[in-house]
């Protein structure tokens, strides 16, 4: 958790009126994901704010899950489906799809954890002037559930060093900033998130709102040694990209996926001797 972060325990209880009738698109990516659907699906058509739209783009789900989605009725939920491919080629699909006035991107599983969320941000938003970026905090839940709070802004400093704000799910995004910024980079399997914004970082003319509060809870899924490995290499060349070759080098001694990798690779090696000498 960052030191100062707050969180009002008593957030929802404020009584807000959203100002008129900000449309807001949630996009979903999901790939085999029947499991963690119908918690993410309820926590959105029971808010109490109805203009919304929820976009699902399927990667050729061979269990429930397009099942799932269909067996919600309400006329906001909408399906597309699409040959197997990267999670950010499927966010870009929904963007492409997307009708609100602003966008929140959301994994199978996450919870909008009130069903006055989309009120409050609509109402924050439009207070604050309709910025490009309303960057909140994200609660992640732990492989063993535990959750945990995180705030980071969106500063030029933060991404040079390979930071990036809470999560992608706590930021709102107005739809005009994929005109000024472009797509998710959709080769990226991992960092696609941290491209993007490395690019809101460094233009000139984009604006954001911080605010220390959480709308979204999300499940931290399991990772393995791979998806370490591939996220060093990922963010090097991001780094190296945006900023240069000696940030991308600065960045090799501050971060932690090369250690994280190694820890899992040692325990699988740990396991396939342990599994051996049986």
């Known amino acids: 958790m960052t030191p100062g972060f707050f969180l009002e325990k008593d957030v929802f209880a404020e009584q807000v009126e959203p100002i008129g009738r900000l449309q807001i698109s949630l996009v979903i990516p999901t790939r ?3 499991q ?6 309820e926590s959105i058509v029971f808010q109490k704010y109805p203009f919304w739209e929820a976009l699902f783009i399927d ?27 990267r999670v950010f080629e499927m966010i870009n699909r929904g963007l492409s799809m997307a009708q609100g006035e ?5 994994n199978p599983g996450d919870e909008l954890m009130h069903p006055r969320v989309l009120s409050m941000l609509s109402y924050n938003v439009q207070r604050e002037g309709l910025v490009d970026l309303y960057i909140t905090a994200s609660e992640v839940r732990d492989e ?13 400093e933060n991404t040079k060093k390979g930071i990036q704000p809470s999560s992608l ?3 709102l995004f107005k739809r005009d900033v994929f005109k000024k910024i472009g797509l998710f980079n959709g080769k990226l399997r991992n ?14 003319n984009l604006t954001s709102v911080m605010l ?20 060093f290499i990922e963010t090097f060349r991001i780094l190296f990209s945006q900023y240069g070759f000696l940030f991308a080098f600065r960045w090799i001694f501050l971060q932690k996926d090369l250690l994280r990798f190694l820890q899992k690779l040692k325990v699988k090696v740990k396991r396939a001797f342990q599994k051996g000498y049986s």
């Open 32 to 34: 085999a994901s029947s």
């Open 36 to 41: 963690f659907l119908d918690r993410t699906i």
């Open 212 to 231: 220390e509060r959480v709308f979204v809870t999300q499940n931290q899924m399991q990772q393995n040694a791979k998806f370490y490995l591939l996220n």
């Open 191 to 204: 960092r696609g998130a941290f491209d993007f914004f490395c690019r809101c970082a460094k233009h000139p």
């Open 102 to 106: 602003y966008i929140l991107i959301l």
């Open 59 to 85: 990667a050729d789900s061979k269990d429930r899950t397009a099942e799932i989605i269909r067996s919600y009725k309400d006329p906001r939920i909408r399906l597309q489906t699409m040959p197997k491919t």
């Open 144 to 156: 063993e559930l535990i959750p945990h709070l995180i705030f980071r802004p969106l500063t030029i």
């Open 169 to 171: 799910q706590s930021v």
